[in-house]
């Protein structure tokens, strides 16, 4: 560990591996995707999609072996026994910070299918990273605002349907999906503006989540419960990269999505759109009371030993 270095010094080590990683492995990964993009044949394009997958597992990896090795985070993890690499799953977690992917990549890497994420259509040229999420297969989302949609009420319903068209193929191979339900990372000043009634959360934002689970339909039922907790005032890519965190505790709890979610329209059904609001209020509510107790539980501990 370089806890000896000075912390700018460690910023600079950790952010230099993080790139080396990153350079070694895009190289055999755009190959696989050239290929994939040259040869249109389902089978090839399917085994070619498992091939970026194990290399995005072992970049995975890299990331890891280096942190642990430059900065030795102690990794408090729980509830990850009993996953499975060949199942489908809805992840879905709190949102503190662009870490919390390194940490849920941590967490779950090769307990789950690859992790994926719904995206906006129009990245698909950003230059490098739009082929690469191409590539994987990452479900582009052609999204209409309301103001589109009161224009031409017809548009109604057709993002849900375009995404269900960019989703069916996660039927034919386990999938593992990312959606941050409060749809912004969290700031104490936007928990304030929010008058939101959590401790430590930002309010949830159901839509999303209803979103992905209609897209989805019955071939995810499985909904990972991720709660991510990082020392105070501790949680960006600095503080990483820098050996700034010294403890990151993930909480993660596998839940069955309720049959009668599976099926509902929260777009038009009033009464639906509200039950489903209300369980995702309670999860967050049960959220909220779990971060709390891990802060507890750390402060209890730091009593103990001193």
């Known amino acids: ?19 080396l990683n990153l350079t070694f492995w895009i ?3 755009y190959v696989v995707a050239i290929l994939k993009l040259l040869i249109p044949i389902k089978a090839w394009r399917r085994l070619c999609i498992r091939w970026l997958e194990h290399i995005g597992e072992i970049w995975i990896d890299g990331n890891n072996f280096f942190i642990q090795l430059c900065h030795g985070v102690d990794w408090d993890i ?45 990245l698909i040229w950003v230059p490098l990273l739009g082929l690469a999420w191409w590539a ?22 057709k ?39 959590y401790r430590h959360l930002l309010k949830p934002k159901a839509g999303g989540l209803a979103f992905a689970i209609a897209a ?11 709660t991510i907790v990082y020392p105070p005032g501790r949680g960006t890519f600095w503080d990483l990269l820098s050996g700034q965190i010294d403890r990151i505790s993930v909480r993660v709890r596998q839940l069955e999505i309720p049959e009668e979610f599976l099926h509902g329209d929260y777009l038009n059904d009033p009464e639906f759109r509200e039950r489903f609001q209300a369980w995702v209020r309670e ?17 209890t501990t730091v009593h103990s030993s001193s």
């Open 159 to 197: 993002d849900l349907e375009t995404t269900r068209q960019a989703c069916a193929h996660f039927s034919e191979m386990p999938t593992a999906l990312i959606n941050f339900v409060e749809g912004t990372r969290y700031s104490e000043e936007k928990r304030l503006a929010q008058e939101s009634p």
């Open 216 to 226: 989805m339909g019955e071939t995810m039922h499985k909904l990972l419960d991720v």
């Open 78 to 122: 729980e509830g990850v026994d009993g996953l499975r690499r060949r199942d489908w799953y809805l992840v879905s977690s709190n949102h503190r910070t662009w870490v919390d992917v390194v940490v849920l990549q941590r967490a779950l890497n090769r307990r789950i299918p690859f992790l994926k994420f719904f995206i906006k259509k129009q």
């Open 283 to 299: 999860l967050w509510g049960d959220k909220d009371q779990l971060i709390e107790a891990v802060y507890s539980s750390r402060d």
């Open 136 to 157: 994987l297969d990452l479900p582009f989302m052609a999204r209409h605002s309301r103001e589109e949609i009161a224009k031409d009420p017809s548009l109604r319903g």
């Open 27 to 29: 190289i055999p990964f």
């Open 1 to 19: 560990m370089l806890s000896f270095l000075p912390v700018p010094v460690r910023g600079v080590i950790g952010f230099v591996l993080f790139v």
